[in-house]
């Protein structure tokens, strides 16, 4: 029997207006899969005589109308199983009533996310040259959607190109570092139709991973509620799902998620960089059904300027559209949980206007963030973009904003005027006013509504502010005169009620704004709050520890704001301040052992005025970077090896004696606990893992400090047993990995040896009596 079983996969909607959810809940989104990285299949990534790769004339709207591929649709989800055992059966079962390339390819891509490979029963399955045995291959990491895809598109007639490259799965941190992003290798198709190449990503159309965490985050704040709700990390559950997203998607969204290795295929017009690739937000696949756009600074990778940071998007179609937000705190990167004591509600500002939407973000506490986008159209909701936000600073004594009124947001707005209220005197949210003097606020009431308003301030009860708003309605016209009694921020909410409805609703929002006047000091004296900040200024100064940065700048912005004077404290601070960011960026570079983070330290070190005294960290960075770009240099052969010699080192049933030593020896080398590989089999299963567990993968983040006794002695058995000819005889594939094993223990030793130099250089000096100032003193007066 075949593969395609009883469960029906998911179904992802593509249309969010075609969706009939009734309640406003939350749809996690899946998170995406990644291909194994050896097949044992041989599948030309293309075939000589296809078209040029050029960007397509039209858009997918323009060639494929979902509505009238119900026919086909419904023809190739009823395949009979028989037909899985032949490939010109299938294909002529599948194409036999297609009159267009896009129809046959539809029907490949309908047939294909019906199939349930993953539990698929393959006893049938006595000969890979058919789609059943294609198909076991798959269930067993041995060969991928995108090889079988190409091939069943070939044999209907249809071009297909497979296309090598990196996509944004699960592993896929907003913000990740470019090295992290091309770890994460891929592979998707090309197919030629309708005059053109498109885009088709078989593996995402039809699996993904559910509950998928990297547990790194913590969600502290959405939708203007304070939250601690910890992520727990998780490997997530594989799911069948049927994604039509994923079916001639459009270049110029696809490039946001799918970057290929050669540049040809991204079948955009302004090509992008690799670089550009990893910077960008990180968009769903709503964020382009639903024609959005970031309107802000295009980066994943957002620093905030004052402690706080705006993040703008829009949409095409407004109509039905709302937004909203979560903000997670990194904890993992920020190097510390988030303060228990502190409440992050309301520390979001949503401003809308027209098609955009602005977030306007306070933080109150350094470190990094994610701040994700969330919302849809007609009461459905899901992830939209996210962005990575490093809260290098923060202002002294940041405040929450006074409400946060949800979807309406602040400001006059397209749901302003459909309640009959349309503002005159102020178009923008945020309002500069002046305290304890009158303002005015005028509209235009254009349906027969009623409107009350209140004053709301964190500190003052809305009791007590009721009396400093009055509102007038008079001839289709509304006047609210305002005045706040003392400076500092107030939200000015108004709520509508239509004729012949019971309730009041939130129709428009302004933030008003008043700054507190700066007085001169005019004392010469100093109070003992003064005393006391200049005092913890002088001794963090003085301290070599790096753990009181923040303390230290905080401290600073405490001087500055009493308006101290300098008398030398300050600008002590501020020298000691850029000397323990120089001296801790080296530090964190040499515990983290990232060789571009270790380069940029080491730079920045080098520029630094503050040269000499960091002179100890720029040597120990530059051991920790020379290493690395040693075990880099020693992994090339291994990352260059061809398929084929892979799959014949796991392909063995008895493998030599010395192909399983090393193999054994390479795995225990790479962390893999011994348990796990105490027979040839289980050791099989590693050489077939993908993504971040795959062996390449493992060789490329490989570092000696992870290497445990263990595996160290395992390795010198090894080595000292068997010969690098012995193992090049045996298989070509173990004799490369005999050689790594072997230039990896020499990498120790040296690593070694250094550590026990610096080790006898610090006893010595720590042996060295110190000079007895005394005799040295009776000495001269002698």
Same mark, same amino acid.
């Given at each position: 029997?075949?593969? @395609?079983?009883?469960?029906?996969? %998911?179904?992802?909607?593509?249309?969010?207006?075609?969706?009939?959810?009734?309640?406003?809940?939350?749809?996690?989104?899946?998170?995406?899969?990644?291909?194994?990285?050896?097949?044992?299949?041989?599948?030309?990534?293309?075939?000589?005589?296809?078209?040029?790769?050029?960007?397509?004339?039209?858009?997918?709207?323009?060639?494929?109308?979902?509505?009238?591929?119900?026919?086909?649709?419904?023809?190739?989800?009823?395949?009979?199983?028989?037909?899985?055992?032949?490939?010109?059966?299938?294909?002529?079962?599948?194409?036999?009533?297609?009159?267009?390339?896009?129809?046959?390819?539809?029907?490949?891509?309908?047939?294909?996310?019906?199939?349930?490979?993953?539990?698929?029963?393959?006893?049938?399955?006595?000969?890979?040259?058919?789609?059943?045995?294609?198909?076991?291959?798959?269930?067993?990491?041995?060969?991928?959607?995108?090889?079988?895809?190409?091939?069943?598109?070939?044999?209907?007639?249809?071009?297909?190109?497979?296309?090598?490259?990196?996509?944004?799965?699960?592993?896929?941190?907003? =913000?990740?570092?470019?090295?992290?992003? !091309?770890?994460?290798?891929?592979?998707?198709?090309?197919?030629?139709?309708?005059?053109?190449?498109?885009?088709?990503?078989?593996?995402?159309?039809?699996?993904?991973?559910?509950?998928?965490?990297?547990?790194?985050?913590?969600?502290?704040?959405?939708?203007?509620?304070?939250?601690?709700?910890?992520?727990?990390?998780?490997?997530?559950?594989?799911?069948? +799902?049927?994604?039509?997203?994923?079916?001639?998607?459009?270049?110029?969204?696809?490039?946001?998620?799918?970057?290929?290795?050669?540049? !040809?295929?991204?079948?955009?017009?302004?090509?992008?960089?690799?670089?550009?690739? &990893?910077?960008?937000?990180?968009?769903?696949?709503?964020?382009?059904?639903?024609?959005?756009?970031?309107?802000?600074?295009?980066?994943?990778?957002?620093?905030?300027?004052?402690?706080?940071?705006?993040?703008?998007? @829009?949409?095409?179609?407004?109509?039905?559209?709302?937004?909203?937000?979560?903000?997670?705190?990194?904890?993992?990167?920020?190097?510390?949980?988030?303060?228990?004591?502190?409440?992050?509600?309301?520390?979001?500002?949503?401003?809308?206007?027209?098609?955009?939407?602005?977030?306007?973000?306070?933080?109150?506490?350094?470190?990094?963030?994610?701040?994700?986008?969330?919302?849809?159209?007609?009461?459905?909701?899901?992830?939209?973009?996210?962005?990575?936000?490093?809260?290098?600073?923060?202002?002294?004594?940041?405040?929450?904003?006074?409400?946060?009124?949800?979807?309406?947001?602040? =400001?006059?707005?397209?749901?302003?005027?459909?309640?009959?209220?349309?503002?005159?005197?102020?178009?923008?949210?945020?309002?500069?006013?002046?305290?304890?003097?009158?303002?005015?606020?005028?509209?235009?009431?254009?349906?027969?509504?009623?409107?009350?308003?209140?004053?709301?301030?964190?500190?003052?009860?809305?009791?007590?502010?009721?009396?400093?708003?009055?509102? %007038?309605?008079?001839?289709?016209?509304?006047?609210?005169?305002?005045? +706040?009694?003392?400076?500092?921020?107030?939200?000015?909410?108004?709520?509508?009620?239509?004729? =012949?409805?019971?309730?009041?609703?939130?129709?428009?929002?302004?933030?008003?704004?008043?700054?507190?006047?700066?007085?001169?000091?005019?004392?010469?004296?100093?109070?003992?709050?003064?005393?006391?900040?200049?005092?913890?200024?002088?001794?963090?100064?003085?301290?070599?520890?790096?753990?009181?940065?923040?303390?230290?700048?905080?401290?600073?912005?405490?001087?500055?704001?009493?308006?101290?004077?300098?008398?030398?404290?300050?600008?002590?601070?501020?020298?000691?301040?850029?000397?323990?960011?120089?001296?801790?960026?080296?530090?964190?570079?040499?515990?983290?052992?990232?060789?571009?983070?270790?380069?940029?330290?080491?730079?920045?070190?080098?520029?630094?005025?503050?040269?000499?005294?960091?002179?100890?960290?720029?040597?120990?960075?530059?051991?920790?970077?020379?290493?690395?770009?040693?075990?880099?240099?020693?992994?090339?052969?291994?990352?260059?090896?061809?398929?084929?010699?892979?799959?014949?080192?796991?392909?063995?049933?008895?493998?030599?004696?010395?192909?399983?030593?090393?193999?054994?020896? %390479?795995?225990? *080398?790479? =962390?893999?606990?011994?348990?796990?590989?105490?027979?040839?089999?289980?050791?099989?299963?590693?050489?077939?893992?993908?993504?971040?567990?795959?062996?390449?993968?493992?060789?490329?983040?490989?570092?000696?400090?992870?290497?445990?006794?263990?595996?160290?002695?395992?390795?010198?058995? %090894?080595?000292?047993?068997?010969?690098?000819?012995? &193992?090049?005889?045996?298989? &070509?594939?173990? @004799?490369?990995?005999?050689?790594?094993?072997?230039?990896?223990?020499?990498?120790?030793? @040296?690593?070694?040896?250094? #550590?026990?130099?610096?080790?006898?250089?610090? &006893?010595? *000096?720590?042996?060295?009596? #110190?000079?007895?100032?005394?005799?040295?003193?009776?000495?001269?007066?002698?």
């Amino acid at each position: 029997m075949g593969s @395609g079983g009883s469960k029906k996969p %998911t179904e992802v909607a593509t249309d969010a207006n075609n969706n009939d959810q009734k309640e406003k809940v939350r749809d996690a989104v899946p998170e995406l899969k990644e291909e194994p990285e050896i097949e044992d299949v041989d599948v030309p990534l293309e075939e000589p005589g296809y078209p040029l790769p050029r960007p397509p004339h039209n858009k997918k709207k323009d060639i494929f109308i979902l509505d009238k591929m119900k026919k086909i649709d419904d023809l190739a989800r009823n395949a009979p199983a028989e037909k899985s055992k032949d490939y010109t059966e299938l294909i002529k079962y599948l194409t036999v009533r297609c009159k267009s390339d896009v129809e046959k390819v539809r029907a490949i891509f309908v047939w294909m996310g019906s199939q349930d490979i993953d539990d698929g029963i393959y006893e049938d399955a006595t000969d890979s040259d058919t789609p059943l045995g294609f198909m076991k291959l798959m269930k067993d990491s041995r060969a991928t959607y995108s090889s079988f895809f190409a091939l069943l598109c070939r044999k209907a007639g249809i071009p297909c190109v497979t296309i090598k490259g990196y996509a944004k799965s699960a592993g896929y941190e907003v =913000g990740d570092e470019d090295d992290d992003v !091309k770890l994460l290798n891929n592979s998707w198709n090309a197919v030629y139709v309708s005059g053109g190449w498109r885009l088709v990503f078989p593996l995402w159309a039809c699996t993904a991973v559910s509950g998928y965490s990297s547990g790194i985050y913590t969600k502290v704040e959405t939708k203007g509620q304070a939250v601690r709700e910890k992520e727990q990390q998780s490997s997530g559950k594989h799911i069948r +799902i049927f994604n039509e997203y994923y079916f001639l998607t459009d270049p110029e969204d696809f490039i946001y998620i799918a970057f290929p290795k050669e540049t !040809k295929w991204q079948l955009i017009s302004r090509q992008w960089t690799f670089q550009k690739f &990893a910077d960008v937000p990180h968009c769903r696949q709503y964020y382009f059904i639903e024609h959005m756009s970031v309107l802000s600074k295009l980066t994943s990778r957002v620093h905030t300027q004052n402690g706080m940071c705006v993040i703008e998007v @829009g949409c095409e179609d407004p109509t039905g559209m709302a937004f909203d937000y979560e903000l997670y705190f990194n904890d993992k990167e920020s190097e510390k949980t988030i303060s228990s004591s502190l409440q992050l509600n309301n520390f979001v500002m949503m401003v809308r206007s027209e098609s955009k939407w602005a977030f306007m973000v306070r933080f109150p506490e350094v470190g990094v963030y994610k701040f994700q986008v969330v919302g849809g159209r007609h009461g459905y909701e899901t992830d939209l973009c996210a962005f990575k936000v490093f809260a290098d600073e923060v202002k002294e004594d940041v405040r929450p904003y006074p409400i946060n009124p949800g979807a309406i947001g602040y =400001g006059p707005n397209a749901d302003t005027e459909r309640a009959g209220l349309k503002a005159v005197s102020h178009q923008t949210a945020i309002v500069q006013v002046t305290a304890r003097k009158h303002f005015a606020f005028n509209f235009k009431l254009t349906k027969n509504i009623q409107v009350n308003t209140e004053l709301i301030n964190e500190n003052i009860s809305k009791e007590e502010l009721s009396k400093y708003v009055k509102t %007038t309605q008079s001839d289709r016209k509304l006047h609210v005169d305002v005045m +706040i009694p003392e400076a500092g921020e107030y939200a000015l909410a108004m709520h509508a009620q239509q004729k =012949g409805q019971s309730g009041y609703e939130n129709v428009c929002n302004y933030l008003l704004t008043s700054e507190k006047d700066k007085k001169k000091k005019s004392r010469i004296w100093e109070t003992p709050t003064e005393k006391k900040t200049r005092t913890a200024l002088q001794t963090m100064s003085k301290s070599k520890s790096t753990r009181n940065i923040d303390d230290l700048e905080k401290q600073l912005a405490r001087f500055e704001r009493l308006d101290l004077d300098d008398n030398g404290d300050l600008s002590a601070g501020y020298d000691a301040l850029e000397y323990k960011k120089i001296k801790k960026e080296l530090e964190d570079a040499i515990k983290r052992r990232h060789l571009e983070t270790l380069e940029r330290a080491i730079h920045q070190g080098y520029e630094s005025r503050f040269r000499e005294k960091v002179a100890n960290q720029i040597t120990e960075a530059e051991e920790v970077r020379d290493h690395l770009k040693y075990l880099d240099r020693i992994a090339h052969d291994i990352l260059e090896m061809k398929q084929p010699t892979i799959s014949e080192i796991k392909s063995y049933k008895y493998p030599p004696r010395i192909v399983e030593d090393i193999m054994r020896s %390479t795995f225990l *080398m790479l =962390g893999v606990r011994p348990v796990w590989i105490d027979e040839w089999t289980e050791i099989q299963v590693m050489m077939g893992k993908t993504g971040k567990e795959s062996l390449l993968r493992k060789v490329k983040e490989f570092d000696t400090v992870n290497v445990t006794p263990e595996a160290r002695a395992h390795a010198d058995k %090894t080595l000292s047993e068997h010969t690098e000819t012995d &193992a090049r005889v045996a298989s &070509a594939g173990a @004799g490369t990995f005999y050689v790594w094993l072997r230039n990896v223990t020499e990498a120790i030793d @040296g690593q070694n040896d250094r #550590e026990d130099i610096q080790e006898n250089e610090e &006893a010595v *000096m720590q042996e060295e009596p #110190e000079p007895d100032k005394n005799k040295s003193t009776s000495r001269k007066k002698k």
